[in-house]
Nanobody, 121 residues
Framework: QVQLVESGGGLVQPGGSLRLSCAASGFTFSSYAVSWYRQAPGKERELVAAISRAGGNTIYPDSVKGRFTISRDNAKNTVLLQMNSLKPDDTAVYYC??????????????WGQGTQVTVSS
């Protein structure tokens, strides 16, 4: 059974940091690209970070570049999203997703259930 389980969300003040974790199981993790997406209320889901199967390539939109860092550990079937200098606009549900491809920027094969991130004073 394929599972992607996110953790690490919560409430943080503007300028603060959070680290999200995605634990994968039920598939050959090293053969899958992984990405983080987010969806804020009333907005479409958007890509916030993508990492290739081996971890050598990453993609970030301008909105998070320089603040967010995605990494993966194929030995532990885990992907991390380090988020620094958080802004209220970063408030959203964050989803981990995976696809059997080189790097994931299109429709994933699998989604996690999401974790809420709220940036507020």
């Amino acid at each position: 059974q394929v599972q992607l389980v996110e953790s690490g969300g919560g409430l943080v003040q503007p300028g603060g940091s959070l680290r999200l974790s995605c634990a994968a199981s039920g598939f050959t993790f090293s053969s899958y690209a992984v990405s983080w997406y987010r969806q804020a209320p009333g907005k479409e889901r958007e890509l916030v970070a993508a990492i290739s199967r081996a971890g050598g390539n990453t993609i970030y939109p301008d909105s998070v570049k320089g603040r967010f860092t995605i990494s993966r550990d194929n030995a532990k079937n885990t992907v991390l999203l380090q988020m620094n200098s958080l802004k209220p606009d970063d408030t959203a549900v964050y989803y981990c997703a995976a696809k059997r491809t080189v790097i994931l920027t299109t429709t994933p094969d699998y989604w996690g259930q999401g974790t809420q991130v709220t940036v507020s004073s």
